[in-house]
């Protein structure tokens, strides 16, 4: 099997690569870290951690805090969706939680536009937000929801 050499292509390209890398897995991610010096620098880029979905990450295998405070800090939206869901749920702090899941729900962050109109309708009655929010997106959180046990045990950051 032939490979496709990488290395080659401008620094530019390659840096789209693994940003694309970056919001498929974080194993493939590592995986790409450690098949070169040049593509582990690019991996550890700050743009890069924009691209994360740590809702994909196990949250029993002890996400290092720094990771999310990094992700935090790129505007993440997997990571402002869980600090948003953090602040209603957790803190009792409702307009700072409602305004980030608002923020990433606006951007066309599924979850968050789910959640955020879940949360306005049942604590503030406020149903106006599930007219925006398409009938497969709720079909699939629906799946994820019932397959995937995320959510428990969050990690303060």
């Not at 800090?73 to 307009?95: D, H, M, R």
């Not at 305004?99 to 606006?106: F, G, I, Q, V, Y």
Request: proline letters at 3%; one cysteine or more; charged letters at 20%.
């Amino acid at each position: 099997m032939k490979y496709f050499p990488l290395l080659e292509l401008p620094e530019e390209i390659q840096a789209l690569v693994v940003e694309r890398v970056a919001r498929n897995s974080f194993q493939d991610l590592y995986c790409l870290k450690a098949s070169s010096k040049s593509m582990k620098a690019l991996a550890e880029r700050r743009g890069v951690y924009y691209f994360y979905d740590v809702l994909y990450v196990l949250w029993e295998l002890n996400m290092p805090s720094q990771l999310l405070k990094s992700c935090y800090a790129e505007g993440n939206p997997s990571t402002l969706y869980i600090k948003g869901v953090q602040f209603y749920f957790t803190f009792g702090l409702q307009e700072g939680g409602l305004s980030l899941m608002k923020r990433e729900a606006d951007a066309g962050y599924e979850r968050a536009a789910y959640t955020h109109a879940i949360t306005q309708e049942i604590f503030l009655c406020d149903g106006q937000y599930f007219h925006g929010i398409p009938r497969e997106w709720v079909q699939r959180i629906g799946k994820l929801v019932r397959s995937v046990k995320w959510g428990w045990g969050f990690v303060a950051f």
